[in-house]
């Protein structure tokens, strides 16, 4: 097992390295508007998965996925050689679905602002269910017979 720091130091180098060969060394027309996101490495530091967003739609993410795959022999042995590990780890290309998982949080609030809105209108116009004070008060009649006297008062 190798140093966990490490690892994040190997990591993060792959990512800088895959973006720096991206958009410098690869000149297939298919390669959209791409950002490097992530990488993560094994703890062996033999297999890289890079994680990637495209800005686009469908078929510009399609387009690009396919040079990323025809590329990636060239973007492994650069990384590889930049490395000085015994082995270059393999590279997995993965789209990363970032922008579709904040639009999803971004909906929802929406949906829970709206609720909240909804049942604030629905409280100003509520009333109470029952009378404003729902608590009995007893009242004692006047003059019961069963009033205590004063003490220090008159005693016979």
Same mark, same amino acid.
């Given at each position: 097992m190798s140093d966990p720091a490490k690892v994040r130091r190997h990591a993060e180098r792959v990512r800088e390295l895959? *973006?720096?060969?991206? +958009?410098?060394?690869?000149k297939d027309p298919r390669l &959209? !508007?791409?950002?490097?996101? %992530? *990488?993560?490495?094994? @703890? %062996?530091? +033999? %297999?890289?998965?890079?994680f990637y967003t495209v800005l &686009?739609?469908?078929?510009? /993410?399609?387009?690009?996925? @396919?040079?990323?795959?025809?590329?990636?022999? !060239?973007?492994?042995?650069?990384? &590889?050689?930049?490395?000085?590990?015994r082995h270059s780890p393999t590279l997995t290309f993965v789209l990363d679905d970032v922008q579709d998982q904040v639009k999803h949080i971004d909906d929802l609030l929406a949906q829970a602002r709206h609720a909240d809105a909804e049942v604030q +209108?629905? @409280?100003? +116009?509520?009333?109470?269910?029952?009378?404003? /004070?729902?608590?009995?008060?007893?009242?004692?009649?006047? &003059?019961?017979g069963d009033e205590v006297p004063p003490p220090g008062g008159d005693q016979r």
């Amino acid at each position: 097992m190798s140093d966990p720091a490490k690892v994040r130091r190997h990591a993060e180098r792959v990512r800088e390295l895959v *973006a720096s060969v991206v +958009r410098s060394q690869i000149k297939d027309p298919r390669l &959209g !508007m791409i950002t490097i996101t %992530d *990488a993560r490495i094994t @703890a %062996d530091l +033999r %297999d890289a998965t890079v994680f990637y967003t495209v800005l &686009g739609d469908a078929s510009a /993410q399609a387009s690009t996925a @396919a040079a990323l795959e025809s590329a990636k022999g !060239m973007v492994r042995s650069t990384v &590889g050689k930049a490395l000085g590990l015994r082995h270059s780890p393999t590279l997995t290309f993965v789209l990363d679905d970032v922008q579709d998982q904040v639009k999803h949080i971004d909906d929802l609030l929406a949906q829970a602002r709206h609720a909240d809105a909804e049942v604030q +209108r629905l @409280a100003t +116009r509520a009333e109470y269910a029952g009378e404003a /004070q729902p608590y009995r008060l007893e009242e004692e009649p006047e &003059g019961s017979g069963d009033e205590v006297p004063p003490p220090g008062g008159d005693q016979r």
